[in-house]
């Protein structure tokens, strides 16, 4: 089996920062893609932000300047630094990753089960 395990959420007044970890366990050979996406009450799924394993990272318009995503390769850890914070930032944020198993040739998409950042006064 292969885990991904969140952390960091919560409560931050607006203006505020807040960091989300999130790490990969289990039956694991190597991640490409790992990422962070975002859903708001009523709205669909959004990608906030992606890194690949050499570094490569790309941000929705929305939360460029403002957002940071890096990883740790040794760790399986994706991280997302999160600064300037504003109410339409809140939302139930996922973790997902692109895991080669170990003895498996193929490709599998995890995701994390989600971690609530209320941005509010």
């Known amino acids: 089996q292969v885990q991904l395990v969140e952390s960091g959420g919560g409560s931050v007044q607006p203006g505020g920062s807040l960091s989300l970890s999130c790490a990969a366990s289990?039956?694991?050979?190597?991640?490409?893609?790992m990422g962070w996406s975002r859903q708001a009450p009523g709205s669909p799924r959004d990608l906030v932000a992606t890194?690949?394993?050499?570094?490569?990272?790309n941000y929705a318009d929305s939360v460029k300047g403002r957002f940071t995503i890096s990883r740790d390769n040794a760790k399986n850890t994706v991280y997302l630094q999160m600064s300037s914070l504003k109410p339409e930032d809140t939302a139930v944020y996922y973790c997902?990753?692109?895991?080669?198993?170990?003895?498996?040739?193929?490709?599998?998409?995890?995701w994390g089960q989600g971690t609530q950042v209320t941005v509010s006064s």
């Open positions: 997902t990753a692109d895991v080669l198993r170990i003895g498996d040739p193929s490709w599998y998409d995890y």
């Open positions: 289990g039956s694991i050979f190597s991640i490409n893609i």
């Open positions: 890194i690949n394993r050499s570094g490569t990272t």
